[in-house]
């Protein structure tokens, strides 16, 4: 799971290597995704997963982490 989580992060995000994110990669401060990047990135997990991600619990993922646990519990 957080292997593909990764592989659509960096995708969305354009960035090649994923081996540099961990559970404790910050999507704002270590991959500097803005605002339209993280709805990007919530809009294709929501594709990949078939799950729908409600804005207020978006507002939550600071991690990678954070995203995996969300999809995990609620998949």
């Known amino acids: 799971m957080f292997e593909k989580i990764k592989s659509i992060i960096a995708e969305q995000l354009g960035i090649d290597n994923t081996n540099v994110m961990t559970k404790d990669t910050s999507l704002i401060?270590?991959?500097?995704?803005?605002?339209?990047?993280?709805?990007?990135?919530?809009?294709?997990?929501?594709?990949?997963?078939?799950?729908?991600i409600p804005d207020e619990e978006a507002?939550?993922?600071?991690?990678?982490?954070?995203?995996?646990?969300?999809?995990?519990?609620?998949q």
Do not use: R
């Not at 991959?31 to 997963?49: G, K, N, Q, R, T």
């Not at 939550?60 to 995996?68: A, L, M, S």
């Open 29 to 52: 401060e270590d991959l500097e995704a803005d605002s339209l990047d993280a709805v990007e990135v919530i809009m294709a997990l929501e594709d990949e997963f078939g799950i729908e």
């Open 59 to 74: 507002e939550n993922f600071k991690t990678i982490g954070d995203i995996c646990k969300y999809i995990e519990d609620n």
